[in-house]
């Protein structure tokens, strides 16, 4: 008897728990009107963060297709690699009774009066519960598989009454309340950091300082590891994806990682040599690295020949218009899988600058960005509180009181 079955039998006797098909808890796809041509608020599917239940940024756009929604909804990507990615996201940035857009790869999932309640259900549709069936459900050739919707509308569930469902989802609620809070905090740190490094080496460049590149200040650095021939060490893997699910680096064990990988050193940055214009990828690594630290070969790796270098290398790299020069270097014949020489990074130019000024700076900015790897370890330990409560809550493994 599969987990489901025994839980929903046990939460049956104990009378609290009822078992629903989805399609009854929640509307799936609910119809709305937005006629074409119409200017709305439009949440692309790159807007959508891993696990995150805030929304980050829209557009306004014309109306020209695509699943429409409202305040209140939950969408959920239902192609491959974004579902698996955890692209499920909240919606609250409409005005009343607005109507918003988005791609036409989102299932939308909107709360029944009476009967549940449109935070539990984002919970839920983030939980193993729904998602491990829609993953399951996945179908079409490889690379663009997408969810059979009917197949998650039929999906069993077993949920509380309402109140119940209401206190699961301010339990959990509080926690990413806090995580978005302290991803905010780190945005405008590095904000401030952005601004006084304008300040000083863009606005304030000296005449007299001379033209130099990234190898007057960092060294190539290319140490291979091979995790597999140590299964049983427990590696910090940063890859790319962990960069792009919020600066978290994976624990994986040796035997769990399919490539060989390169060491990673205290105060160093990570500069993406994949699709870097794409995305902005530069990750800025100080006295966080641990041992048996690894990173994808996807990664160039920037060691400071000082330290006192590393945030002004930092600086330097990904300030807007250097990091737009660097990454429109590059090449290849797949669009999606376009990368950049490491020679383009070390041979960028960058103005030979007095040491004096350097540490300066770095005085200046050291309190900032050690308060963003503060706020980091709290996101991680929260997160993983999350992630521990999230399955447990929403299967009635862990019961709650009505007044929490």
């Known amino acids: 008897m599969d987990l489901f079955l025994l839980t929903s039998k046990r939460l049956k006797l104990m009378g609290e728990w009822k078992e629903y098909i989805l399609k009854d808890f929640a509307e799936i796809n609910p119809t709305e009107r937005l006629p074409k041509g119409s200017i709305a608020k439009k949440i692309a599917m790159e807007t959508l963060q891993p696990f995150t239940k805030k929304i980050s940024s829209y557009s306004v756009e014309e109306y020209k297709g695509g699943m429409k929604f409202r305040n209140g909804d939950t969408i959920m990507a239902r192609i491959t690699p974004s579902l698996e990615n955890g692209k499920t996201s909240y919606v609250d940035i409409l005005d009343i009774n607005e109507i918003g857009f988005g791609s036409t790869e989102y299932i939308v999932f909107r709360e029944r009066k009476g009967i549940s309640d449109k935070n539990f259900i984002y ?208 090449g290849g014949t797949s669009s999606s899988h376009q990368r950049i020489d490491p020679n383009t990074i070390f041979e960028y130019h960058c103005p030979v600058v007095d040491e004096v000024y350097i540490e300066e700076y770095a005085n200046q900015v050291e309190p900032i960005f050690n308060k963003q790897v503060n706020n980091q370890d709290q996101i991680r330990t929260l997160e993983n509180l999350r992630d521990t409560l999230l399955p447990k809550l929403m299967s009635g493994e862990i019961k709650i009181s009505l007044d929490d």
């Open 123 to 330: 919970y839920l549709t983030t939980s193993p519960i729904v998602r491990a069936t829609a993953i399951k459900s996945m179908t079409g050739s490889s690379g663009r598989q997408r969810v059979q919707t009917d197949v998650v509308k039929e999906h069993k569930i077993i949920a509380p009454k309402l109140d119940e469902q209401k206190s699961i989802a301010n339990i959990l609620s509080r926690l990413d309340d806090k995580i978005d809070l302290l991803h905010r905090q780190n945005k405008i740190l590095e904000q401030m950091a952005e601004t006084l490094f304008r300040k000083q080496f863009i606005e304030g460049a000296k005449d007299n300082w001379e033209k130099g590149n990234i190898l007057d200040y960092a060294s190539h650095l290319k140490v291979s590891v091979h995790p597999k021939k140590s299964p049983k060490i427990n590696y910090y893997h940063y890859s790319i994806p962990s960069f792009d699910k919020g600066k978290n680096p994976i624990r994986e064990f040796g035997i769990d990682i399919q490539s060989n990988k390169y060491g990673v050193p205290t105060n160093c940055i990570l500069f993406s040599k994949l699709n870097p214009h794409k995305d902005k990828r530069v990750w800025l690594l100080q006295n966080e690295v641990r041992e048996h630290s690894i990173c994808s070969t996807e990664f160039q790796i920037v060691k400071p020949n000082k330290d006192i270098f590393l945030y002004f290398i930092y600086g330097w790299l990904s300030y807007y218009q250097n990091y737009k020069d660097i990454a429109s270097g590059v």
